[in-house]
């Protein structure tokens, strides 16, 4: 995994900044299942996934609703911790087995206090999330079932999709897992 390009596809940080952020990070590992930052919790670290994929859902009583998904080089925080210092909003769950690295929040805050690139960093990528949220709730409510599909996997690529199980990306779609069977049978066939 390449740190700095991790954190340059969002914004712009010097190799000096880059060579602080490893020295500050921690590797960590997670087995498929396992929840990374949990919802109702106090998170305290920012992580880029190394490796795997990772799902971020929100639960509400018995109904779950998949939100987005992380693989390798992406990086995930609960905004509501390190924004607000309250507990996460969603939850980060291993959809396989995922190693990870992280920084606390007080460890990058003290880097942000040195770099200021590294503060203009976060602001973007807080401004990020917000586009990523903007383009799952355009892409959930265009169209019908098979255009949204089409539509995930132009965003997203085969590869990726073929990662992550069908009912997660039904969740994500926001369509029954039988459409979404039935759509990729249909693109199978060629048609």
């Known amino acids: 995994m390449d740190l700095a390009q991790s954190f340059r596809a969002i914004y712009h940080i010097e190799d000096s900044t880059i060579a602080l952020l490893k020295q500050a990070l921690e590797r960590v590992k997670y087995n498929k299942g396992n929840r990374i930052i949990q919802q109702g919790k106090k998170s305290e670290h920012i992580y880029i996934i190394a490796d795997g994929v990772v799902r971020c859902l929100h639960e509400d009583g018995e109904k779950e609703t998949t939100m987005l998904f992380g693989v390798k080089g992406n990086i995930f925080v609960s905004l509501a ?3 607000y210092g309250q ?3 969603t939850s980060f769950e291993a959809i396989s087995d995922v190693d990870v690295y992280r920084i606390s929040f007080d460890d990058f805050w ?3 206090d040195k770099c200021p690139d590294l503060m203009r960093w976060q602001s973007h990528y807080q401004l990020y999330q ?5 383009k799952r709730s355009t892409l959930t409510s265009i169209g019908d079932a098979y255009t949204r ?5 132009k965003m997203r690529g085969k590869s990726t999709i073929a990662q992550i ?3 997660y990306i039904s969740q994500y779609l926001n369509i029954s897992q039988e459409t ?3 759509i990729r049978n249909r693109i199978a066939r060629g048609e």
Not at 130 to 134: A, F, K, Q, S
Not at 149 to 153: L, R
């Open 149 to 153: 599909y089409q539509q995930y996997i």
């Open 81 to 83: 911790s390190i924004v």
């Open 87 to 89: 507990p996460s909003q």
């Open 110 to 112: 003290a880097l942000c």
């Open 180 to 182: 979404l069977s039935r």
């Open 130 to 134: 917000l586009y990523t949220l903007e």
């Open 165 to 167: 199980p069908l009912k």
